[in-house]
T-cell receptor, first 112, second 111 residues
Framework: QKEVEQDPGPLSVPEGAIVSLNCTYS??????FMWYRQYSRKGPELLMY????GNKEDGRFTAQVDKSSKYISLFIRDSQPSDSATYLC????????????FGSGTRLLVRP | EADIYQTPRYLVIGTGKKITLECSQT?????MYWYQQDPGMELHLIHY???????EKGDLSSESTVSRIRTEHFPLTLESARPSHTSQYLC??????????FGQGTRLTVV
């Protein structure tokens, strides 16, 4: 069983919609949680990271962590066609400095 | 925008050839990484470096080797390419453990 599960999609939404992207994980030792965006044929780009539980907001993006449920979410408000990409979650334990565990990504398509 | 560069972007090569994938960053980051990514799959760490002359293997078994002679340069070498090495290879660098900057990737095809 994978440590991090992510629905591959594709998720298709109309422009302006609120998008919810999610990951579940099995290792309760994960403390740091990241969201990356990857456009086709490009490398991943860090959107934001959070530590432990709670919410973090950056512009149209909000990251949410629920450690009790082992569930993290990324919300995109007022989605734009330029948000069409694959979104990867990643996480790591506090004691494993460089070992990020990635989800396989959710492909998002925002229709004009 | 992150300044991390990978060359070549695309490479098609025959079985048994030796290849080196280049990765350079101009940000002065001590930490550098090589990941392997197959379509629709997770990124898997294959090599990590936390500074000059310091490298470690990642979780994914790999027949590649790396070197870190200069801070800005972290090449990956395959001594004898095989079709099973066909994949996308992503290089990254960081200051902290939570904010990695990725290059554009090298898409390798071994025929």
């Amino acid at each position: 069983q994978k440590e991090v599960e992510q629905d591959p999609g594709p998720l298709s939404v109309p422009e302006g919609a609120i998008v919810s992207l999610n990951c579940t994980y099995s290792n309760s030792a994960f403390q740091y949680f990241m969201w990356y965006r990857q456009y086709s044929r490009k490398g991943p780009e860090l959107l934001m990271y959070t530590y432990s539980s709670g919410n973090k907001e950056d512009g149209r993006f909000t990251a949410q962590v629920d450690k009790s449920s082992k569930y993290i979410s990324l919300f995109i408000r007022d989605s734009q066609p330029s948000d069409s990409a694959t979104y990867l979650c990643a996480m790591r334990r506090m004691d494993s400095s460089y070992k990020l565990i990635f989800g396989s990504g959710t492909r998002l398509l925002v229709r004009p | 925008e992150a300044d991390i560069y990978q060359t070549p972007r695309y490479l098609v090569i025959g079985t048994g050839k030796k290849i080196t994938l280049e990765c350079s960053q101009t940000m002065g980051h001590d930490k550098m990484y090589w990941y392997q990514q197959d379509p629709g799959m997770e990124l898997h760490l294959i090599h990590y470096s936390y500074g000059v002359n310091s490298t470690e293997k990642g979780d994914l078994s790999s027949e590649s080797t790396v070197s870190r002679i200069r801070t800005e340069h972290f090449p990956l070498t395959l001594e004898s390419a095989r079709p099973s090495h066909t994949s996308q290879y992503l290089c990254a660098s960081s200051v902290t453990d939570n904010e990695a900057f990725f290059g554009q990737g090298t898409r390798l095809t071994v025929v």
